[in-house]
Structure formats: structure tokens, C-alpha cells
């Protein structure tokens, strides 16, 4: 096959799976997964040359790294706009919901979150994308051992944050009878 049908063969293989790689990382930002995605396409149409016969663990180490560059451009425009004294943007103010909106299993978000980014990284690749050490080390651009050592450290820390943010279940008193409660049979 020519470099252009192995590009096009990739693209439809992966397309929606970069897609939703990209989508998990942008947290809700619609329009930008497209332009994302997009760019991921872009530099492997540039690189088809360069495709290797697995390419999705390629195509997801392009993505992680077109994120990056998304993320830094964010962070150029939040502080232009500090810059510019958007007060509200400068200080991250903005309107939060009730404890009422929170999701089931808010709390692995949450500890999620409070790991690095190479930690949150090398997780998703394993549970979210369901790669391989292999092909995670390929995401990743280092090698298995590497890739296996960091994901053990990485669920490490997850255990570490997840136990920090679990309330401990409530333990009844040891040898305690329970009460007994007036006019009720059986309890005396």
C-alpha cells in the first residue's frame, strides 16, 4: 500500500478513537475537540511516511502532545486577559453547582485530578483508551519498563488520593447492646 492509503486506511481506522481520547481530555469543550483531532490528522497526514502498521498508539502520542500545545494557548490567552484586567477571567470566578449536582463517582474525578498530569496521563491510556504497556510506552515515547513503572506509581498515588478522599465508614461501638424500646415486642 502507498503512504496515502495507509494515511486514509489510519484515519478511518482511529478516527473516533483519537476522537474520544481527545474529548475525555478537553472535559465537555466541544468545538475545540474537532479542531484538536483535526490537528492530529494534520501532522500524520504530514508524517505518513512515517506511520508505523499500529498507528493508534502513534496517532494518541500526536494527540497528547497537539493537547499540550491547546493548553498552553489557553494559558497565553487567561493571561493576556489578566493583562487586559478581565477581572472575572483573572480570578477564575465563576458560578459552581450544589452539592446536589455532584455525580456518582465525582470523588475518582476529584482524585484524579489532584494527580500530575504524566500520573492522570499514563492512567487514562490504561483505562480510558485500553492500551497495553506496549502501546502505552509508544503514547508515551519511552520505553515498556518505563511505561510499567510509571503506571504502578501512578496507581500508587490514585490509591493514596482516593483512600485521603473517602470518608472512613462509620464503626459501631464494640459490646454495646442495643437499647431497649418501650412497647415494643421482642425488645425488652
Known amino acids: 500500500m502507498s503512504d496515502d492509503e495507509v494515511f486514509a486506511a489510519a ?28 490537528e492530529v490528522f494534520t501532522v500524520a497526514w504530514r508524517r505518513r511516511a512515517d506511520l508505523p502498521a499500529a498507528a493508534l498508539p502513534w496517532l494518541y502520542g500526536v494527540a497528547r502532545n497537539c493537547l499540550a500545545n491547546t493548553v498552553r494557548g489557553h494559558g497565553r490567552r487567561r493571561r493576556l486577559l489578566d493583562r487586559l484586567g478581565n477581572d472575572d477571567t483573572a480570578h477564575r470566578r465563576h458560578i ?4 446536589e449536582a455532584d455525580t456518582p463517582g ?9 494527580l500530575s498530569a504524566a500520573d ?16 502505552v510506552a509508544v503514547a508515551l515515547g ?5 511505561a510499567a ?12 488520593e482516593i483512600d485521603r478522599l473517602r470518608p472512613p465508614a462509620p464503626v459501631p ?10 412497647g415494643e415486642p421482642g425488645r425488652e
Open 11 to 38: 484515519y478511518r481506522e482511529h478516527y473516533w478513537a483519537v476522537s474520544r481520547y481527545v474529548a475525555r481530555r478537553l472535559d465537555g469543550r466541544a468545538g475545540e475537540v474537532e479542531e484538536v483531532v483535526a
Open 96 to 99: 459552581t453547582a450544589g452539592p
Open 106 to 114: 465525582a470523588w475518582v474525578h476529584e482524585a484524579l485530578a489532584r
Open 120 to 135: 492522570q496521563e499514563v492512567l487514562r491510556l490504561t483505562a480510558w483508551e485500553e492500551l497495553g504497556i506496549d502501546e
Open 142 to 146: 519511552c520505553g515498556s519498563r518505563a
Open 149 to 160: 513503572m510509571r503506571l504502578h506509581r501512578a496507581r500508587r498515588r490514585l490509591r493514596a
Open 173 to 182: 461501638a464494640p459490646g454495646r447492646p442495643c437499647a431497649a424500646v418501650p
